[in-house]
């Protein structure tokens, strides 16, 4: 009985494995997303730390539900209003779909907020990952058009008159203002164009951004690391000294790891 | 050479060769005027056929020359055997690897900047080009009786349908010096530009047929005018008396053409003397909301070009 059980089990994993095996041949797709999943972090990190991936899956529901939406959603201002209207009260699912991507926005920047508090409550912005930081300043502002320009697609009255402010308020910035009105408006006056480019920057130029910036976010946690909290007790000491050792003579990454690497550091300076 | 002599297990394997030839060139532009022929002329065919069969038997003609025993054309292999026996061979190598780099990235700039910039251009210039607001006919003057005043609710670009919708108070300020005054104020707020209101009773609203698109005139006896987003209130002349705005409320130039009154140009108002037909009214350039255009905030907030 054991043995056909374990004899099935063999077959089973063969199975798995094969295909596997094969893609990680000829591509090493299967390598780097071990490496991805399974790289090394700090053993005191906490629930605070997962906000990031908390923000990255709220802007994955966001870039899902938007697509679909687009299927149903027409951009132009006669049929704005009405397919929003049959979206959400006629098509099935359609309000929850709706619902998803409108409320999910809000949670999407409240997460972006919380997770660049957790950042800058534990120091984790500091020396190695100030490129890291001002990366995540550039997706918050991202974030924050998102936000404006897919207000106006319902095409309501609040959406038009809060879009009719908004607009107001770049036109009152120093020298530029002016001219980022009008090519927000698309000309002088709101008209058949500013919806379609709202449209248009809301849902391709934006996220493409966006995309871009969250690769190359993710990117450097994978390469720098996730840094303890304020409070860990094991690693300040050692770590510390080598970021400053660091610090002095060379741009090198903190290594991770025992003491022996400051000694590397030290070794490597270039005046040592 | 050299390189044959640094690696000499590749001298047996290397394949052969045929010389290099111009003509595939010259015969594949033989074929397009051939087949351009077909669509424009049979004569540029005919001219094509000669070229193609011309060129086809060059072409031959140098790729079977080794088959057919004559040596080969000599030149500029002779160059590169100098060149090579001297010591500058590897900073030549250098040069021509240098010279491929440079090539491939400037070719490609250049590739790209021919692509991008007409996109730019047409990303943001179709904003900046062409400005103008239209005149817009807003019916017989009769439509607007003396000392009135009444909403009136009109199309700018009647192409556009109901996004070009825009709204003005309009009041008939009877004759000055026999000539017909009228003030028709603009329902943009100065502050951020939401729809100010008339406070007063609103009458019946009625649609005048103009030559455009009709319009709506809704008689009204306003108090003064006020923005329902953030509380801004102007008098009935539109000077600002509370809230957020910075100036009195834009105006409209306007003209009468066979007795009916045109919408012009919008234009910002630093502030109103006077009343109806005798005000004194400060024209300035037609500036966006919350820009101040007199006093000594106009230099300093906001800077505008």
Known sequence: MARTRSKRRQQLVRVVMYPLDWLEERSGLVGAVKYFLFRKVPHDTNWFHTLGSATLTAFIVQLVTGVILAFYYKPSPDEAYDSIQMITNDLTLGWLVRGMHRWGASVFIILLFLHMGRVFLFGAYKYPRELNWLVGVLLLALAMLEGFTGYLLPWDQTSYWATVVGINLNATAPFAGPFLSDFLRGGQEIGTNTLSIFYSTHMLLIPGALIGLITLHLYLVIRLGVTSPPWSEDAAGDERVEVVTAKRGLVEPRPRGDGAAVDDIVRRRPDA | ?305
Not at chain 2, 24 to 49: D, E, H, N, W, Y
Not at chain 2, 114 to 125: M, R, W
Not at chain 2, 225 to 253: K, M, Q, S, W
Not at chain 2, 268 to 288: F, H, I, N
Request: hydrophobic fraction near 40%.
């Open chain 2, 1 to 305: 050479m050299a390189d044959e002599l640094e690696r000499p297990e590749h001298r047996e394997s290397e394949p052969h060769l045929p010389s290099p030839t111009i003509w595939p060139f010259a015969f594949a532009g033989a074929v397009a005027l051939i087949l351009l022929g077909l669509i424009v002329s049979l004569t540029i065919t005919a001219i094509g056929v000669v070229l193609a069969v011309v060129f086809g038997f060059l072409w031959i003609r140098d790729v079977t020359r080794d088959l057919r025993g004559e040596p080969e054309p000599v030149e500029a292999p002779a160059a590169v055997v100098v060149e090579e026996e001297g010591e500058r061979l590897e900073p030549e190598r250098y040069t021509r690897s240098k010279f491929l780099e440079a090539s491939t990235l400037g070719l490609g700039a250049a590739i790209g900047a021919i692509v991008t910039v007409p996109v730019l251009g047409f990303a943001v210039a179709p904003a900046f080009v062409g400005q103008g607001y239209p005149d817009v006919d807003l019916g017989p003057l009769d439509s607007y009786p003396e000392g009135d005043w009444v909403i009136a609710t009109f199309t700018s670009e009647p192409e556009d349908g109901a996004v070009s919708r825009r709204t003005a108070f309009i009041r008939n300020n009877g004759l000055r010096n026999d000539v017909p005054s009228f003030t028709i104020i603009s329902n943009r707020c100065v502050h951020l530009g939401c729809p100010t209101q008339p406070q007063g009773p609103p009458g019946e609203a009625r649609d005048v047929e103009t030559t455009r698109t009709p319009v709506t005139i809704q008689p009204t006896q306003p108090s003064g005018f006020g923005c329902p987003c953030h509380g801004g209130a102007y008098d009935i002349e539109g000077n600002r008396t509370a809230g957020p705005p910075v100036r009195a409320l834009d105006r409209y130039e306007y003209s009468i053409i066979n007795g009916s009154l045109w919408l012009g140009a919008p234009y910002s108002v630093g502030s109103v003397e006077g009343q109806g037909a005798d005000a004194t009214v400060v024209k300035y350039r037609s500036a966006d909301p919350g820009v101040h255009v007199d006093g000594p905030e106009q230099i300093f907030y906001p800077i505008v070009p």
